[in-house]
């Protein structure tokens, strides 16, 4: 490749470089009490979620298992900027279904407005709170199914984590 087409390339990339880094900027400030893994124990269920660095503190790798009367559903959750809204997003993957999570910040805490799509397409929006105070994860979900999962406490298990890619 002649070397003004070489130039032109990386010329042409420095916005996107430039920008990507900004919006990673952006969530590493508010996001950062999340890195770590959390475990949370109720009657029927326990569930631990960790969260990590990824792609040079672009995005966060969420993974989720919740083991519930001897069954396992495992979620993973990318959560990243997202240019078009302006705004942090996350976006989730299970087995059964898919969802976008949109969160906004409220003073300490998180509103996230959840939108999930099953496999027939059908969909279900609820919003949820999420603050980090110290080593509890606090969720509050007054849409759950089931009344063990409307308040969840999570305890902080480890640190955090390096990235990886």
Known sequence: ????????????MLPLCISASLFAKEIDTELEPLIG????????AEVESSFRW??????????????????EHRVKELIGWDAKSQSIKGWVFSKDWIATNSYTKDGNAWKIAVVFTRKDGAEKRESKDMAVRGNVLSIHNGSAPLPEFSKLEFRRQEAAQPDRE
Request: glycine content about 2%; charged content about 20%; aromatic content about 10%.
């Open 37 to 44: 893994t959390w475990k949370c124990k109720t009657a029927i």
């Open 54 to 71: 990824i792609l040079d503190r672009s995005f966060i790798e969420h993974d989720q298992t919740v083991r519930m009367l001897g069954m």
């Open 1 to 12: 490749m002649p070397i003004h087409r070489m130039s032109y390339l990386v010329f042409a």
